[in-house]
């Protein structure tokens, strides 16, 4: 048994969809998800290190904000 998850598994949790641009005369995928990866969170404001206050408070605003229907998927630079 493994427990690292493989990266179409984090893809799944993390609900990414990789989104197609056109830029000029050729297709260029980016993705967009409704959470942001592990790479992307550790980087973002509320993470210390270990799951805090200040994240389970972000973590509630955001899944409230999936569920009213107010929410939109982000690309990875967009995550702060």
């Known amino acids: ?31 967009m998800s ?3 990866r592990p790479n992307v969170f550790d980087k973002c404001g509320p993470w210390t290190g270990y799951w805090n206050t200040s994240c389970e ?3 509630q605003r955001r899944l409230d904000s ?5 929410a939109r998927p982000f690309k990875p630079a967009e995550w702060k």
């Open 66 to 70: 999936i569920r009213c229907g107010k």
């Open 57 to 59: 408070l972000w973590f």
């Open 1 to 31: 048994w493994d427990d690292i998850l493989t990266d179409d598994e984090v893809d799944l949790i993390c609900g990414v969809y990789y989104v197609a641009v056109e830029d000029g005369r050729r297709k260029q995928w980016t993705t």
């Open 34 to 36: 409704w959470w942001p």
